[in-house]
């Protein structure tokens, strides 16, 4: 069986394959990550689950996250429709990096029709599947890049360092989830709270299921809470505060240092610069992510003179991400150079 999430405009897109496959469609606009908490287990005798990017509510690092949490749990060939989407964009490089290769680009019904094909055959869609040869290539230089990782001393005990954004999907929860798995991974002990009321964390549980010691539930070595009531002292206690309200937070104006998110979309700078403005009797530094370089000097020009930039990750756990500015970050309490 196909189960297929799709937008009014591409609802009979796969009727062709009625007569080899049967199709269960869901017409409309899906959260993926809700629809893998809550939905999936009802589907999950199907074959192949086909996504109308059109369909898919979440933006592109969103949907890269979510298909990472349907990945933990099922194995179904994932086919992603994305017309017109160029090989070279980043949606697709992001979806080729977590092992997603059916990946229909085609803007004409023929060309369509004949990707779709590809998909469903035994082998797959061999367009974007790298070579034995690549993959060596990649794995020679994820070595290199990735050495064994620096341990520093940390001088802070409970040092809050609150993550907020300036909107939604500018990747708070990424970049405080990162911070977290950088400390503990360099030599220090940090833990996330969950300062908002989004409940990404509950959707984290019940895909995880981690191992519960008093409040802290616990994922690849990192503490997680969904409280200030926390089992025992950190050197770091990383605050997620979601999107910074017209109002701010008390648990971002009361941290030791505030970290301030923006994304560097057209649509977002100015969400990003009023944000900053509400700030300005607190002392936050601002982060810059999906910044490209042509814009940084912009940015910094119009925005905040302050900005640093950071890399994307769509990560979760990901201890290696945005190394300098981390250490730049907690520079004061870093009292070594590396063990």
Not at 44 to 69: G, N, T, Y
Not at 190 to 202: D, F, G, P, W
Not at 212 to 218: E, F, L, Q, S, V
Request: proline share 3%; with cysteine.
């Amino acid at each position: 069986m196909i189960l297929y999430l799709t937008s009014e405009a591409h609802v009979n897109l796969i009727d062709f394959l009625e007569q080899e496959f049967p199709i269960k469609r869901l017409t409309g606009s899906f959260s993926l990550l809700s629809f893998v908490v809550k939905d999936m287990r009802n589907f999950s005798h199907a074959r192949f689950v086909v996504l109308d990017r059109m369909a898919i509510s979440e933006s592109d690092e969103e949907l890269i996250q979510a298909l990472l949490s349907y990945q933990t749990i099922y194995g179904m060939r994932v086919v992603i429709i994305a017309e017109g989407l160029p090989a070279s964009s980043p949606l697709v490089q992001q979806l080729i990096q977590i092992g997603i290769f059916e990946i229909v680009t085609a803007s004409e019904i023929e060309q369509l029709h004949e990707e779709l094909r590809q998909c469903f055959s035994n082998d797959g869609m061999q367009r974007f599947k790298p070579t034995v040869e690549a993959i060596e290539v990649v794995c020679k230089m994820h070595s290199q890049h990735y050495p064994e990782q620096t341990k520093y001393q940390f001088s802070c005990t409970n040092l809050k360092i609150a993550v907020a954004g300036s909107d939604r999907r500018v990747g708070t929860t990424i970049t405080a989830m990162n911070l977290v798995c950088w400390i503990n991974a360099h030599g220090g002990t940090a833990c996330y709270v969950e300062a908002n009321s989004n409940n990404h964390l509950a959707h984290i549980i019940h895909l995880f299921e981690p191992v519960k010691t008093g409040n802290a539930y616990k994922l690849e070595d990192n503490d997680l809470y969904m409280t200030e009531d926390l089992n025992e002292n950190y050197n770091v206690i990383v605050m997620d505060c979601g999107v910074l309200g017209e109002r701010i937070q008390e648990s971002f104006s009361a941290a030791d240092i505030r970290l301030l998110c923006g994304s560097a979309m057209p649509y977002d700078l100015a969400r990003f610069y009023r944000a900053i403005e509400r700030c300005n009797n607190l002392s936050v530094q601002s982060l810059g992510l999906f910044a490209p370089d042509d814009l940084k000097s912009y940015m910094l020009q119009t925005v905040d003179p302050s900005i640093i930039f950071g890399d994307p990750s769509h990560v979760l756990f990901n201890s290696f991400a945005n190394n300098t500015l981390y250490l730049k970050l907690l520079e004061e309490q870093i009292t070594n150079n590396g063990l």
